[in-house]
C-alpha cells in the first residue's frame, strides 16, 4: 500500500514540474472518448513511430506527396519536421519535380513547407504563392474540370499568409459555391469534406445553408460502423475528411449527432489501427499506409486544413519602407547593358525582394521580382534599352508576405546613339570590414557593402550643404554605409579647388581623422579612393597627429587553462614590432609590451576576454579574443532544467530539478588523469578513466544536494626531461649505450609513480527526488 502510495506521489509531482494537466491518464483507452487526442497520447505516439520506420536515408516518407502529408501531420503533432533526419531536405530537393501545370501539385507542397516553418515565397529558390497565383484565370484555380484546385488553392493560400479577404480567395470561394449540386455536395465525401475546410477558411459561416446542407450530405454517406464511404466503401481516407471537415465547421465528430449504431467517426478510424502503428484503409484492407496513417492522424489529433498559417494577420505586417531612388548611369546608348542599385529596408525586418521599372517611354516596363533578401540588402539589375528616349528608373519592394512598399524616386537616364557615351563609368559594389576607431573608443566595426553613394558635404566655398553624388565604391561612401547601419554621425567637408572630400567628425570626435585600405595609407582623399575586390579592410583612426601610425595585434592561442601562459604580440601597420604598448585583457588587465613587441600573459579567472592595444602615436589596435577554461566543468545536469530519468526535460527553471537516478558527466581539458565526485562534501566515486563520470541513484524526498567535482592533473615535468635528454646526450658522446635504457626505465619509473596535482573544482546545486533508486 505504501508503494502505491509513493508511486502515485511520484507522477502527481512530475506532472506538477511540467505544467501538466492535473488529471492523470492511466491507459490509453481505444475509446473516442478522448478526442481529440494529444501528441502524447499512445495511438498517435504509436502512429508517428511507423512514419518514422518508413523514412528513407534521403528523407522520403512513401513519396513526395505522402512525404508532403506527412509533414503537415508532424507539424499537428506539435513535431519540427526538421527533426525528421532530411524530410525538409527531401521536399526542398524534389520541388523541381512539381508539375509546372498542375496546381494542387504546388498547393500541396506549400501546405507542407508552411507546416515545416519554411518561407512559402522562397523555398527551394521559388515563390510558391506567385506560382499559385499564377493559376487564377480571374474566377478560378487551374483546371475548371478539377474543384480540388480550387480548394486546396484557398487553403495554400491562406496557409502562406494570405488574408481570407484577397479577391483571388473571395472569387475562388464563390466559384467553389457556386458549383454546390443540389443535394449539399460537390460528388463525393472527400471533394465536399476539402469544400467545407475551405469555404471555411476564407470566411464562409459554419451555420450558413451552405456549409449545413454540406454536413448534411456527408451524413447521408455515414454507416453504421462510424466510418463514411467513398468509392463503394466506408475507408480511413474519407472518414479521416469529413472528420476534419466536421472539425473545420465547429462540430464534434464524437458527439450524438455523428453516431450511428453506437459507433463514431473516431472509434472507426481506432479500430482500424494495427500493431505497428500503421491505420488500414479499410477493414482488414491495407493501402498506402503510410498516407491513410497521415490522414488518420490529423483527424484524431482534431486538426483540419491548413493545419499552419505562416502568418495570415497582414495587420500585424507592415508594408516596406519606400525604397531610396536606384543607382547608376546617367547617360548610355541603345544596345548596352547597365547595372542599377538600390537597397531598402522592411519595418518588421521581413525579407524583401525588389522590381524596377524602366519606364518605356512612360508605359512602364517591369521587371521580374528578385529573390527574397535580407532587409537592408543591395540589389542590382541591368537593362539594355533598344530606344533612344529619356527614362525615368523607379523601384519597388515587396515584403516576404505579400506587401509592397510606394515606388521610388526615379532616375533619369537618357539613352542616345552616341559612342562616346561607351566611356559611362558603370557602377560597381564592394563588400568588406570597416573598423572605425575613435579618441576614446571603437566608434562601429562590421561589414558593408557599397556601390555609389550621394554625400551631404558642406561647400567651404559656399558654406551651403550640398548633395555630391558618389558613382562608385569610395571609402567615404563605406563610411556613409557603416553609418547608416551603426547609427552614427559624421560631418564632410568639400573643397571645390582640391574637388576633394573631408571627414571632419565621427561620432562627434573632430578635425583628426586618418583612414588606411589594408593598413596602407593611400595618397588620394576619402572620396577618390575607388574600392575594388583586391581591398579587404578599411581603419579610420582618431589621431592627433599629422603622422598616422596603426597597431595590429596576434594572440598565440585562442583558448587555455586558467593559469597557462599565452603570448600577446603587437606591430604597426608596416609590420614592425612594436615596444612599450599598453595591452588590455578584459576590462582590468593591462600589461606592457617587450623589445620584442612581446608580452607573455596568464589568468586566473575562467571567461572570455577581449584583448587589444594602444599607445600614444598610434590608432588602437583590432580585438582578439581568448577564453580561459578551467580543467574541469559539469556539463549534465545543466543548470535550472529538469531531469527524468537522466533526461533533460525542461529548461529555464528556477532550480535545477532531478528525478530518479542522474549521470554525472564532465568535461575536462586533456592533461586530466583523475577525476572524485563528492555529494554533500563526502567522496562518492573516483574514476581514472575517460569519460569521467558518475550515476548519482539515492533516495531522496526533495532534498538539496551539493554536487563537486574535483580534477587531478600531473605536475609539469618538462624540466625532468631536459634533464634526462641531457644526460642521455652525455651517454652518448660516451658509447654506453646500455646505460641510456637504464635513465629512460628510470624516468619512466617516476612518471608512473608520482602523484598527481590537483587541478581545478567545480559545483552544483540541485534538487533531488527518487524514492525507488533500485529500479534504476
Not at 454540406?214 to 468509392?231: E, H, M, P, R, V
Not at 494495427?274 to 484524431?300: C, H, R
Given at each position: 500500500m505504501q508503494k502505491k502510495s509513493e508511486i502515485i506521489l511520484t507522477i502527481l509531482i512530475i506532472m506538477l514540474l511540467l505544467n501538466l494537466p492535473s488529471t492523470y491518464k492511466i491507459a490509453s483507452a481505444n475509446s473516442s472518448n478522448n478526442y481529440p487526442y494529444q501528441p502524447d497520447d499512445t495511438e498517435i505516439i504509436n502512429a508517428l513511430e511507423f512514419l518514422r520506420n518508413q523514412q528513407s536515408e534521403d528523407g522520403n516518407i512513401g513519396g513526395l506527396s505522402v512525404s508532403a502529408w506527412v509533414a503537415m501531420v508532424l507539424a499537428a503533432a506539435d513535431e519540427d519536421p526538421h527533426d525528421w533526419g532530411n524530410l525538409v531536405n527531401y521536399l526542398e530537393e524534389k520541388s523541381t519535380l512539381l508539375d509546372p501545370d498542375k496546381a494542387t501539385?504546388?498547393?500541396?507542397?506549400?501546405?507542407?513547407?508552411?507546416?515545416?516553418?519554411?518561407?512559402?515565397?522562397?523555398?527551394?529558390?521559388?515563390?510558391?504563392?506567385?506560382?499559385?497565383?499564377?493559376?487564377?484565370?480571374?474566377?478560378?484555380?487551374?483546371?475548371?474540370?478539377?474543384?480540388?484546385?480550387?480548394?486546396?488553392?484557398?487553403?495554400?493560400?491562406?496557409?502562406?499568409?494570405?488574408?481570407?479577404?484577397?479577391?483571388?480567395?473571395?472569387?475562388?470561394?464563390?466559384?467553389?459555391?457556386?458549383?454546390?449540386?443540389?443535394?449539399?455536395?460537390?460528388?463525393?465525401?472527400?471533394?465536399?469534406?476539402?469544400?467545407?475546410?475551405?469555404?471555411?477558411?476564407?470566411?464562409?459561416?459554419?451555420?450558413?445553408?451552405?456549409?449545413?446542407?454540406?454536413?448534411?450530405?456527408?451524413?447521408?454517406?455515414?454507416?453504421?460502423?462510424?466510418?463514411?464511404?467513398?468509392?463503394?466503401?466506408?475507408?480511413?481516407?474519407?472518414?479521416?475528411?469529413?472528420?476534419?471537415?466536421?472539425?473545420?465547421?465547429?462540430?464534434?465528430?464524437?458527439?450524438?449527432?455523428?453516431?450511428?449504431?453506437?459507433?463514431?467517426?473516431?472509434?472507426?478510424?481506432?479500430?482500424?489501427?494495427?500493431?505497428?502503428?500503421?491505420?488500414?484503409?479499410?477493414?482488414?484492407?491495407?493501402?498506402?499506409?503510410?498516407?491513410?496513417?497521415?490522414?488518420?492522424?490529423?483527424?484524431?489529433?482534431?486538426?483540419?486544413?491548413?493545419?499552419?498559417?505562416?502568418?495570415?494577420?497582414?495587420?500585424?505586417?507592415?508594408?516596406?519602407?519606400?525604397?531610396?531612388?536606384?543607382?547608376?548611369?546617367?547617360?548610355?546608348?541603345?544596345?548596352?547593358?547597365?547595372?542599377?542599385?538600390?537597397?531598402?529596408?522592411?519595418?518588421?525586418?521581413?525579407?524583401?525582394?525588389?522590381?524596377?521599372?524602366?519606364?518605356?517611354?512612360?508605359?512602364?516596363?517591369?521587371?521580374?521580382?528578385?529573390?527574397?533578401?535580407?532587409?537592408?540588402?543591395?540589389?542590382?539589375?541591368?537593362?539594355?534599352?533598344?530606344?533612344?528616349?529619356?527614362?525615368?528608373?523607379?523601384?519597388?519592394?515587396?515584403?516576404?508576405?505579400?506587401?509592397?512598399?510606394?515606388?521610388?524616386?526615379?532616375?533619369?537616364?537618357?539613352?542616345?546613339?552616341?559612342?562616346?557615351?561607351?566611356?559611362?563609368?558603370?557602377?560597381?559594389?564592394?563588400?568588406?570590414?570597416?573598423?572605425?576607431?575613435?579618441?576614446?573608443?571603437?566608434?562601429?566595426?562590421?561589414?558593408?557593402?557599397?556601390?555609389?553613394?550621394?554625400?551631404?558635404?558642406?561647400?567651404?566655398?559656399?558654406?551651403?550643404?550640398?548633395?555630391?553624388?558618389?558613382?562608385?565604391?569610395?571609402?567615404?561612401?563605406?563610411?556613409?554605409?557603416?553609418?547608416?547601419?551603426?547609427?552614427?554621425?559624421?560631418?564632410?567637408?568639400?573643397?571645390p579647388s582640391w574637388d576633394a572630400f573631408l571627414v571632419k567628425t565621427i561620432n562627434g570626435d573632430s578635425d583628426w581623422w586618418h583612414y588606411w585600405v589594408d593598413y596602407e595609407l593611400p595618397m588620394v582623399g576619402c572620396g577618390k579612393y575607388k574600392l575594388t575586390d583586391e581591398d579587404d579592410e578599411i581603419l579610420w583612426g582618431y589621431l592627433e597627429s599629422w603622422e598616422a601610425h596603426a597597431l595590429k595585434i596576434s594572440v598565440d592561442k585562442s583558448e587555455v587553462k586558467k593559469d597557462e601562459e599565452f603570448t600577446v604580440s603587437v606591430f604597426d601597420e608596416t609590420d614592425n614590432s612594436v615596444e612599450g604598448a599598453t595591452v588590455y585583457v578584459g576590462a582590468n588587465n593591462t600589461y606592457t609590451t617587450n623589445s620584442e613587441g612581446n608580452v607573455t600573459i596568464k589568468l586566473s579567472d575562467k571567461g572570455s576576454y577581449d584583448i587589444y592595444s594602444e599607445k600614444d602615436g598610434f590608432v588602437r589596435s583590432e580585438k582578439e579574443n581568448i577564453e580561459i577554461k578551467k580543467d574541469i566543468e559539469i556539463i549534465k545536469p545543466v543548470n535550472k532544467a529538469l531531469y527524468i530519468a537522466n533526461f533533460k526535460i525542461k529548461e529555464n527553471l528556477k532550480n535545477t530539478w532531478i528525478i530518479g537516478a542522474i549521470d554525472i558527466e564532465v568535461e575536462s581539458t586533456s592533461d586530466v588523469e583523475k577525476v572524485e565526485f563528492y555529494i554533500n562534501g563526502e567522496l562518492e566515486h573516483t574514476d581514472d578513466e575517460r569519460p569521467f563520470e558518475y550515476r548519482l541513484n539515492k533516495k531522496s524526498f526533495f532534498k538539496k544536494t551539493t554536487i563537486m567535482v574535483k580534477s587531478y592533473v600531473r605536475e609539469n615535468i618538462s624540466f625532468k626531461i631536459l634533464k634526462m635528454l641531457e644526460k642521455i646526450k652525455q651517454l652518448l658522446e660516451k658509447n654506453e649505450f646500455r646505460m641510456i635504457f637504464d635513465v629512460i626505465k628510470n624516468f619512466l619509473d617516476v612518471f608512473e609513480t608520482q602523484n598527481l596535482k590537483l587541478g581545478d573544482s567545480d559545483t552544483k546545486e540541485i534538487i533531488i527526488f527518487n524514492l525507488f533508486p533500485r529500479l534504476h
Open positions: 501539385d504546388w498547393e500541396r507542397q506549400t501546405l507542407a513547407l508552411v507546416a515545416c516553418n519554411e518561407n512559402p515565397r522562397d523555398f527551394a529558390g521559388m515563390d510558391f504563392v506567385e506560382k499559385i497565383q499564377s493559376f487564377y484565370d480571374g474566377t478560378q484555380i487551374g483546371s475548371t474540370a478539377n474543384l480540388y484546385d480550387d480548394y486546396f488553392g484557398i487553403l495554400a493560400l491562406i496557409s502562406a499568409g494570405i488574408d481570407k479577404n484577397d479577391s483571388i480567395i473571395q472569387n475562388v470561394k464563390s466559384y467553389i459555391i457556386s458549383k454546390q449540386d443540389s443535394n449539399g455536395g460537390w460528388g463525393d465525401v472527400d471533394s465536399t469534406s476539402a469544400a467545407i475546410m475551405a469555404l471555411v477558411s476564407a470566411g464562409e459561416n459554419s451555420d450558413s445553408a451552405v456549409i449545413n446542407n454540406a454536413l448534411s450530405f456527408l451524413k447521408t454517406f455515414q454507416t453504421n460502423d462510424g466510418g463514411f464511404q467513398s468509392w463503394g466503401k466506408t475507408n480511413t481516407a474519407s472518414t479521416s475528411w469529413a472528420v476534419m471537415a466536421i472539425t473545420a465547421s465547429n462540430g464534434n465528430p464524437v458527439g450524438d449527432e455523428w453516431k450511428k449504431n453506437g459507433n463514431t467517426p473516431i472509434s472507426y478510424l481506432l479500430n482500424l489501427q494495427q500493431k505497428d502503428g500503421s491505420f488500414n484503409w479499410a477493414v482488414n484492407q491495407s493501402m498506402n499506409p503510410e498516407w491513410m496513417t497521415s490522414y488518420a492522424l490529423i483527424a484524431l489529433l482534431g486538426k483540419c486544413f491548413p493545419v499552419k498559417v505562416y502568418k495570415s494577420n497582414v495587420d500585424e505586417n507592415n508594408p516596406p519602407n519606400t525604397p531610396d531612388r536606384p543607382s547608376g548611369p546617367s547617360l548610355g546608348n541603345i544596345g548596352v547593358s547597365y547595372t542599377f542599385y538600390t537597397y531598402g529596408t522592411d519595418p518588421d525586418d521581413d525579407k524583401i525582394q525588389y522590381r524596377f521599372d524602366w519606364d518605356a517611354n512612360g508605359n512602364h516596363e517591369y521587371s521580374d521580382w528578385t529573390i527574397l533578401k535580407d532587409s537592408g540588402s543591395l540589389c542590382s539589375l541591368s537593362h539594355i534599352w533598344d530606344t533612344i528616349g529619356i527614362y525615368a528608373v523607379k523601384v519597388q519592394i515587396r515584403d516576404e508576405h505579400g506587401l509592397i512598399s510606394p515606388w521610388s524616386n526615379g532616375l533619369v537616364i537618357h539613352i542616345t546613339n552616341d559612342e562616346e557615351n561607351n566611356n559611362e563609368i558603370e557602377t560597381g559594389y564592394w563588400s568588406g570590414l570597416i573598423r572605425i576607431e575613435g579618441k576614446n573608443d571603437t566608434v562601429w566595426e562590421g561589414t558593408v557593402t557599397v556601390s555609389d553613394t550621394y554625400v551631404s558635404a558642406k561647400n567651404v566655398d559656399t558654406g551651403e550643404i550640398e548633395e555630391y553624388y558618389i558613382s562608385y565604391p569610395s571609402v567615404l561612401g563605406a563610411v556613409d554605409e557603416a553609418a547608416s547601419i551603426g547609427g552614427f554621425s559624421y560631418v564632410v567637408e568639400y573643397w
